[in-house]
């Protein structure tokens, strides 16, 4: 469970982020990229919402440690012995 919760809070982190960046990256000052860009930014802020953690780097560590804690699970399975 702590593993599926993990890739939840990653991903919805992570989609937020991209959101993020993609509305700073946005050129242009016409109204409607100006709408366009807080769209993005307020879609952002809902996926930190949905995550309850807003440190990507926080999150990233928790999926590493879910990944490795799960190949060491693998590799010392029952047909290791």
């Known amino acids: 469970m702590l593993a599926v919760a993990a890739l939840y809070v990653t991903g919805q982190t992570l989609r937020g982020w991209r959101l993020e960046a993609q509305a700073e990256a946005m050129v ?37 440690g879910t990944l490795i804690n799960v190949g060491l699970g693998i590799a010392q399975g029952p047909w290791t012995g």
């Open 28 to 64: 242009g000052d016409s109204e409607q990229n100006r709408q366009i860009k807080n769209e993005k930014i307020a879609d952002a802020k809902t996926f930190y919402a949905m995550a309850s953690l807003t440190k990507v780097w926080v999150l990233l560590l928790i999926f590493l």
